[in-house]
């Protein structure tokens, strides 16, 4: 095996230990998400956390608001009676020059009438930038918008 | 790099080991299951291993057990002239005490009648314990839940 | 640790490398395509890649093809009013005796319309071959059916 080989096999496995991470990351945080776990889901995100969701006026910011979000969104779905979920696939992971990660992905949201049929409610890109804090990933932060109001 | 980096380092490398395995054991287990593979599909679960379908009254248990539910199901949908897909995304996997592996994830069965339009047909939530055995993961329990049904 | 368990651990680490890459790869692959980026989405196949589209009578050879290819779709979508995105799951990944890797996978196409409701367009499998040249994983050969049009 040249230099070359090793190199790149080395940069290979280095992905491959960010990107396992990164969509284990992503899976717990939407299943905190979908399960209505606001205070896990805003500790998900940095202290700081942005979140520009595509159909707020404005970006929610930090954890107190972001939890608070959860907790608007779960009253409304048991008032009509639904399930959500949020499904990121197609994750491109890129590291910036200040070691943050840049993760670019596709999200399905699927919404289940209680008794009835699940459709897709909203397609969107997910626009995140990840910083790693305490060991950990977090959301520093996210950008999505929909595919219906490009 | 410090020994705490370092620690981190291996850990992640062997998140990423598993997380692949996972991955790739799930495609193969439902490219085997959408194929109507029923024996190869069976296999995929340990001898004695049990299925609670979210639609049985009764859990599945064994492999003869499993394998005659998947040649009904090809059955009904020949009949049916329907093609069906079970795509599981958003996998958290956590490495218990026994070594086992309890994995959660996000189920689309999306369904094709042929010569129509695809349409997701069931949105679930999957709970499996993967045992590895012979070097291979198989699966031991899986529990199935529909959010149509909460 | 046996010299078993430490063939079986390498050889989870080596997949890992690979699954990742794969993953990453038709990530930046599909974001090209559903952002029209036609001269960077042909790049992502060999010189002589051959893509056989469920719906066209013959395979689109080469890149300067397949990059058309792309320039047409752009245009009629953007007439349409509408955004496509293409989601690739369940990626089963097969190293082939000459090196090459054939990876199996479910294709979801989503049709979004500008102002409307997002819908599953096409539910597909993908086979492709993928070659590593220069370091990085190319598409060679892809077939792609329909599961309306088994």
Chains 1, 2, 3 share one sequence.
């Not at 080395?10 to 992503?26: H, K, P």
């Not at 994750?91 to 943050?100: K, M, P, W, Y």
């Not at 008794?115 to 977090?138: H, K, S, Y």
């Amino acid at each position: 095996m040249s230099v070359e080989d090793m190199t790149q096999r080395a940069e290979r496995t280095d992905l491959a230990a960010l990107y396992a991470e990164v969509q284990q990351f992503y899976a717990q945080h939407m299943h905190h998400l979908d399960r209505g776990e606001a205070e896990e889901w805003a500790a998900t995100f940095t202290a700081d956390g942005v979140f520009a969701p595509p159909s707020a006026p404005e970006p929610v910011r930090g954890r107190a608001a972001l939890a608070q979000g959860v907790r608007e969104a779960v009253k409304e779905l048991a008032e009509a009676g639904e399930t959500r979920r949020h499904i990121l696939t197609m994750l491109a992971v890129r590291t910036c020059s200040d070691g943050s990660l840049a993760v670019r992905s596709y999200a399905q949201i699927v919404a289940t009438p209680h008794g009835g049929t699940p459709a897709l409610f909203l397609m969107c890109v997910c626009e995140d930038i990840l910083v790693r804090q305490g060991g950990r990933l977090l959301v520093k932060e996210r950008r999505v918008t929909r595919d219906d109001r490009p």
